[in-house]
């Protein structure tokens, strides 16, 4: 029976998976991906937790040229439209950023959602039919997760239309692009968060977002403790 506690070396491992897990768009190298790494991270995504254990995900595996190349336009012209939305200098700061690695990673996939799985009646999803989204989304992280261990770089692309993801990749009416991810090997995984090195965001402090009891609380005296760890900020980063 597998032992209900990490032992310290097994804690570092998944720490270290999450706290130099990466979003990597210019770093990627033109090696290929082992198919035993792709199967294993695959593998990891697909042990997620899903709402009802509905499972809503399907994996389409992408290396065709011509597909990224739609896709890869897509991207261009949503870019295009999303700059148009803020003025100098964001603007010009936003265009100078690099937000995809469609063409230069080894492969590509798309991450879907099909609400119709194990449907209509899929337990916990009754009330916030989101919670099916919600599920694929931790598919993403758990294969995120997986592949910086595997020393594999992932980057999001949400730049896009998900009409012309569904067209390029040939998808049914009922089913949704959740994740379109570049995946490849890198030359490094960057400490910080390319938005961060960038200067359009930083970190917030954990003791930013945590409240005690009610929205907004900073405050409480079931959690003194707490508070002062928190506010020692043991963050890794
Ligand atoms: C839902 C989602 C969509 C994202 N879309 C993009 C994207 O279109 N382009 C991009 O460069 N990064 C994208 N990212 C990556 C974020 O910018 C990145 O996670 C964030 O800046 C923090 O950096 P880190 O992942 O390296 O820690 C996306 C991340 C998430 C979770």
Redesign the pocket.
Known sequence: MMSNNFNQTEKDGLYKAIFS???V?SHFTSESIDDEIITRILTAAHHAPSVGFSQPWNFILIKDQETRRKIKESFSLENKKASKLIEDPKKSKYLSLK??GILESAINLCITYDPTKFGPFVIGRTSIPEAGIYSVCCAVQNLWLAARAEGIGV?????LSNQELKKALDLPDHIIPIAYLCLGHVTEFAEK???ETEGWLSRLQLDDVVYYEKWNEKQNMNWEKIQELIKENLDYA
């Open positions: 897990r990466r979003d768009r937000l995809e980057g999001w692309v949400s730049i968060p390319d938005l």
